[in-house]
């Protein structure tokens, strides 16, 4: 075989160029922390539990069963069942797509007020600013649960259908929440738009809209995935709390937190901890594993590590 | 004589110093004082002074970063300081600024490519399908390579940024480039090419340049004329030649016996000035050199020197000279 035959079948090796992505390089920084990927884990497992699962189960929603009431973790009924026959496992999963939505659905309108109203505020300063950050120092000024506790009272009185109240408690936490964010993303508006490529962006004549937009969005973008992370955890953690005291979603809308508040007694506390074990053993991995995963994110994100 | 490109006329600017609860104005950093300045087409003027001198400030208030106090700018006969911003947006790619810190000119979150282009864009001047070509175009002016245009800045070293930051003014078509102190933050090797880099693209585009360093050798190497700063004023202004065989005010006599020469064993009579720059919100009485001027007599501490023709565009503002 001569050397041209064999250099026949050889290609120049195709180098793929990849596009450089910062999203690409956070993802593979994050993924070298183990302790927040099993986070993430953890997260996905809940979310995968409690919104595909309720499909495998042969319970149906809320059917009572007077023959199994209060039974104890058997074959039959993983978890048990509750006062009312109800199979405990498939009430967790249900009451996990409520608590979870109402978490996630909080967090997303949360950062789009703060957000929005942050990057304004930031942005424009003078009058804008001075009422958006007064209305933030009120809000901030009342402590948060008493204020979602007032709420609560105030949607109890007023009769309020049970199916509208998961909405209004959305509401509800993303109002207690805005304040925060809008307070972050307005401080770092204020020292990006101080930066030297803010000026760049002047003498370049751009238009507002792309200084906003294009530039100084992207550079908070980071620290609001953080922050929305963490405060996913930290709506679940209040509609429970709310739940708890029969303030928030009501039965028999089940959530994590109405759960647990259906063993509030004595006799089902000692005697019967299937009923008020699981919920909260979800309510604490959900919580923690979002926790974890945010500080995760934060330390991959956080824009004062890098140049 | 051709109609200036940039007319700067008895400019000002001071920042106010402001004191106690209720922000009382208790006086001002004079930092640019009384500048004049005509800059024409495709000339480079070089403004040179020690730090504080208000060289950046000068920059800044002729691009309308910050608002001026007094005087006037005219950029090709258009009052900058007078215009709205809709008009000043629109007469912004004509003029454009190149930083100091090339680590700080250029936002992380934006690509290369976007950073250059995204002003052609914003202005109408070309279409969306042009825009990488002329990108492309761009960098290879300022020597960059076609695969960089889709990285971030952080995966670039300083000079290339600055070299960025170069294409990013250029792609505009520019009359007018305002440098501040461009090659300042880069090590020796890159200055040089980087300085290469404005000549040879104010050769290739009949670009003028207003150069602030405070490097004189770098000065002397690009610009044809050249104004010395102290303390928010001009002291003196010549061509360059002149200003380095002619020096006439004493602040710019005692600046070029510091410039090193590379020749060990030279005497060379070395003015060295004692003190530091006085504090511009409380500048001296009359010659404002007058406290570190070797050859200051009486009337330097009592009268303010008028800024004169010395001869054959050589201005000068000393009593002595």
Same mark, same amino acid.
């Given at each position: 075989m001569t050397v041209d035959s064999r250099l026949a079948g050889l290609r120049e090796p195709q180098v793929q160029r990849q596009k450089s992505s910062l999203f690409r390089q956070s993802l593979k920084r994050l993924m070298k922390n183990k302790l927040a990927v099993a986070g993430f884990g953890v997260v996905v497992f809940m979310f995968a539990l409690c919104f595909i699962g309720p499909f495998f189960s042969p319970y149906a929603d809320n059917k009572i069963n007077m023959a199994m009431m209060n039974k104890a973790p058997s074959l039959q009924h993983l978890l048990g069942t509750d006062a009312l026959g109800r199979d405990i496992l498939t009430r967790v999963m249900q009451a996990g797509r409520i608590s979870l939505t109402v978490g996630l659905a909080s967090m997303v309108l949360?950062?789009?007020?703060?957000?929005? =109203?942050?990057?304004?505020? $930031?942005?424009?300063?003078?009058?804008?600013?001075?009422? !958006?950050?007064?209305?933030?120092?009120?809000?901030?000024?009342?402590? $948060?649960?008493?204020?979602?506790? !007032?709420?609560?009272?105030?949607?109890?009185?007023?009769?309020?259908?049970?199916?509208?109240?998961?909405?209004?408690?959305?509401?509800?936490?993303?109002?207690?929440?805005?304040?925060g964010l809008a307070r972050m993303v307005r401080g770092q508006m204020l020292s990006l738009r101080e930066r030297e490529f803010m000026q760049a962006a002047v003498v370049l004549g751009l238009r507002d809209s792309r200084k906003l937009f294009h530039h100084l969005l992207p550079n908070v973008v980071p620290l609001l995935i953080v922050m929305a992370t963490l405060n996913i955890g930290g709506a679940i953690l209040s509609e429970s709390v709310l739940s708890f005291f029969g303030l928030g979603v009501m039965p028999p809308t089940p959530t994590w937190g109405n759960m647990i508040d259906a063993a509030n007694n004595m006799i089902d506390f000692q005697d019967h901890p299937w009923l008020w074990i699981p919920p909260g053993l979800s309510i604490f991995a959900t919580v923690i594993a979002i926790n974890i995963f945010g500080d995760g994110l934060r330390d991959v994100l956080d824009p004062k590590q890098k140049r | 004589m051709s109609e200036a490109l940039l007319e700067v006329s008895h400019l000002k600017k001071y920042f106010p110093?402001?004191?106690?609860?209720? /922000?009382?104005?208790?006086? %001002?950093?004079?930092?640019?004082?009384?500048?004049?300045?005509?800059?024409?087409? #495709?000339?480079?003027? +070089?403004?040179?002074?020690?730090? $504080?001198?208000?060289?950046?400030? @000068?920059?800044?208030?002729? =691009?309308?970063?910050?608002?001026?106090?007094? &005087?006037?700018?005219?950029?090709? #006969?258009?009052?900058?300081?007078?215009?709205?911003?809709?008009?000043?947006?629109?007469?912004?790619?004509?003029?454009?600024? !190149?930083?100091?810190?090339?680590?700080?000119?250029?936002?992380?979150?934006?690509?290369?490519?976007?950073?250059? +282009?995204?002003?052609?864009?914003?202005? +109408?001047?070309?279409?969306?399908?042009? @825009?990488?070509?002329?990108?492309?175009?761009?960098?290879?002016?300022? &020597?960059?390579?076609?695969?960089?245009?889709?990285?971030?800045?952080?995966?670039?070293?300083g000079g290339q940024r600055q070299r960025i930051g170069i294409a990013r003014a250029l792609i505009l078509n520019p009359d007018l480039i305002i440098a501040d102190e461009p090659v300042s933050a880069l090590d020796v090797s890159i200055q040089a090419q980087i300085i290469n880099l404005f000549s040879k693209l104010q050769q290739s585009k009949g670009l003028a340049y207003l150069f602030i360093s405070h490097d004189l050798s770098v000065v002397e190497h690009l610009c044809s004329r050249?104004?010395?700063?102290?303390?928010?004023?001009?002291?003196?202004?010549?061509?360059?030649?002149?200003?380095? %065989?002619?020096? =006439?005010?004493?602040?710019?006599?005692?600046?070029?016996?510091? @410039?090193?020469?590379?020749?060990?064993?030279?005497?060379?009579?070395? !003015? @060295?000035?004692?003190?530091?720059?006085?504090?511009?919100? /409380?500048?001296?009485?009359?010659?404002?050199?007058?406290?570190?001027?070797?050859?200051?007599?009486?009337?330097?501490?009592?009268?303010?020197?008028?800024?004169?023709?010395?001869? $054959?565009? %050589?201005f000068i503002a000393c009593h002595l000279a």
């Open positions: 949360s950062v789009f007020i703060g957000a929005l =109203l942050g990057a304004v505020a $930031g942005y424009y300063r003078g009058i804008a600013d001075q009422i !958006i950050m007064r209305i933030a120092d009120l809000l901030m000024t009342i402590p $948060g649960l008493p204020l979602l506790f !007032i709420f609560g009272a105030l949607l109890s009185e007023w009769k309020v259908p049970t199916d509208y109240r998961m909405y209004i408690v959305m509401l509800m936490l993303s109002i207690v929440n805005w304040p | 110093v402001t004191e106690g609860l209720l /922000n009382r104005t208790v006086g %001002h950093v004079k930092a640019v004082d009384d500048i004049s300045l005509t800059l024409q087409p #495709g000339e480079t003027f +070089g403004l040179v002074g020690e730090s $504080g001198s208000g060289k950046s400030t @000068v920059g800044r208030t002729i =691009l309308r970063l910050t608002e001026k106090t007094a &005087g006037e700018v005219k950029f090709k #006969g258009v009052d900058i300081h007078s215009l709205s911003p809709a008009e000043l947006r629109l007469l912004r790619p004509r003029m454009q600024l !190149i930083f100091q810190d090339p680590y700080s000119a250029l936002n992380p979150r934006v690509r290369v490519g976007d950073a250059i +282009g995204e002003a052609l864009l914003d202005h +109408g001047l070309c279409t969306k399908h042009e @825009v990488r070509e002329l990108v492309l175009e761009s960098l290879a002016a300022c &020597g960059l390579s076609s695969y960089h245009i889709d990285r971030f800045p952080h995966e670039f070293s050249i104004g010395v700063m102290y303390l928010g004023s001009m002291v003196e202004t010549a061509a360059r030649d002149e200003l380095f %065989h002619n020096p =006439l005010h004493p602040y710019t006599k005692a600046l070029l016996s510091a @410039v090193p020469v590379p020749v060990p064993r030279l005497k060379r009579e070395r !003015i @060295v000035l004692k003190g530091d720059i006085p504090s511009p919100a /409380n500048p001296p009485s009359g010659c404002k050199f007058h406290t570190r001027c070797p050859f200051a007599v009486e009337v330097c501490k009592a009268e303010n020197p008028v800024f004169r023709d010395a001869g $054959g565009g %050589h």
